[in-house]
């Protein structure tokens, strides 16, 4: 079992940076690979980036790629997310997620553990 708890979302304007974090307790945080999601209104829950355990493989949405950027530091059992060059679109709840597996996915359904969300709002 693993807990996870987000921070760092908040209310900014279009091409503003916003910086969220992903703190993790219970099992050994570096055995997860890890991931970043979010949900829109009405929409279903859409991935954002993850990163492997060695944190050397990473991979993103073609949306956030070049804007945004995952990172993690096992130390602290700790991930984040740097949002760069906002958009209205952007707008969402962020969450964290664990995934036990061994092969990473961009499917929120193989995920096993998950944060309580943290919102994001960018205004226009």
């Known amino acids: 079992q693993v807990q996870l708890v987000e921070s760092g979302g908040g209310l900014v304007q279009a091409g503003g940076s916003l910086r969220l974090s992903c703190a993790a307790s219970g099992r050994t945080f570096s055995n997860y690979i890890m991931g970043w999601f979010r949900q829109a209104p009405g929409k279903e829950r859409a991935f954002v980036a993850l990163?492997?355990?060695?944190?050397?493989?990473?991979d993103y949405a073609d949306s956030v790629k070049g804007r945004f950027t995952i990172s993690r530091d096992n130390a602290k059992n700790t991930m984040y997310l740097q949002m760069n060059s906002l958009k209205p679109e952007d707008t969402a709840v962020y969450y964290c997620a664990a995934d036990t597996s061994i092969l990473s996915s961009r499917n929120p359904g193989d995920y096993d553990y998950w944060g309580q969300g943290t919102q994001v709002t960018v205004s226009s």
């Open positions: 990163i492997h355990r060695s944190r050397s493989i990473t």
